[in-house]
């Protein structure tokens, strides 16, 4: 092997060199996108914001802790309060 054959296959082993970065950039953007989903699962609902007051007076509701009535009332009173 001569000096100008390892300066040739230098040569074409240059091309990786920005494509390993876009490998490894792209790799961790799917690993985020495929963890995203379980770790919002396992936060639960309260963690989208349903633990407003609208959202506690409507699983109130819809348990039957409330009637249509109070529930209506209160949620007037809850909109009118903004």
Do not use: Q
């Amino acid at each position: 092997m001569t000096a100008d054959d390892v300066c040739y296959v230098g040569h074409h082993a240059f091309w990786w060199f920005p494509v390993i970065p876009l490998f490894f950039f792209g790799f961790w953007v799917i690993v985020i996108l495929l963890l995203r989903p379980w770790a919002w699962r396992r936060r639960g609902p309260w963690a989208y914001g349903t633990g407003s007051a609208e959202g506690v007076l409507a699983e109130r509701y819809a348990r039957g802790e409330v009637t249509e009535e109070e529930y209506r009332a209160r949620l007037e009173v809850l909109r009118r309060d903004r």
